[in-house]
């Protein structure tokens, strides 16, 4: 006959249990996550927008401002650009996105696009190296400002290259994204 064995939980024991947990349930969490979206993308092809589409989709058209953007460097209109900051001679680099809404289109159809949480895979648009007493203007010098890396490399004597890469207006553009109908008011 086995004798029952009682094991009870210490104190440190609770406490290991209830850190795996909660160290846990995020991994468990992005992991499902990844999961579904490697299934989303496997059968994610693109749609056109005359056939409405709704959900995961991917559409591609015509890129129209509804409000205008100007990047620094080239003085495009564009619906955002992305300023990489590179110290010339160092590892430090850094980058700052500013995009706004946009509306793509395709075949008469709109839609539009909302900018917040996007990833961008854009095209180099200009670039300019800064020697370190070189005078900048206003708006470059306000944008490097919100970027401490660049102030740092300007106050240590580093020339900066800056990289501008947009989005620019009437470029064709392709959308990742969830979908949904909007309805309006008649």
């Keep these: 006959m086995d004798i029952p064995v009682f094991l009870y939980p210490s104190a440190a024991g609770l406490s290991f249990a209830a850190a795996a947990v909660a160290v ?4 468990f969490s992005d992991g499902l996550r990844t999961l579904r979206l490697n299934r989303c993308f496997a ?3 693109e749609t056109a927008l005359a056939d409405m589409p709704a959900g995961f989709v991917h559409v591609s ?3 129209v401002l509804e409000s205008p953007l100007f990047s620094p460097l080239s003085g495009a209109a564009c619906a955002g650009y992305r300023l990489e900051v590179h110290g010339i001679g160092t590892p430090v680099a850094r980058s700052l996105d500013v995009f706004r809404r946009f509306r793509v289109i395709a075949g008469g159809i709109s839609a539009r696009v909302h900018t917040a ?4 895979q854009l095209s180099e648009t200009a670039t300019r190296d800064v020697a370190p007493g070189q005078p900048l203007s206003q708006n470059l010098e306000a944008l490097l400002a919100r970027l ?7 106050r240590s004597g580093v020339t900066l ?3 501008e890469r947009t989005l620019a207006d009437g470029a064709q553009c392709h959308v990742v994204g969830d979908a949904r109908q909007a309805r309006p008011l008649e």
Excluded: M
């Excluded at 949480?117 to 961008?120: G, L």
């Excluded at 401490?148 to 300007?154: I, Y």
């Design 148 to 154: 401490p890396e660049a102030s740092w490399l300007r």
């Design 24 to 27: 846990g349930a995020p991994l």
């Design 117 to 120: 949480h996007a990833r961008w």
């Design 43 to 45: 059968t994610l092809r």
């Design 161 to 163: 290259r800056i990289v």
């Design 61 to 63: 058209g015509q890129v």
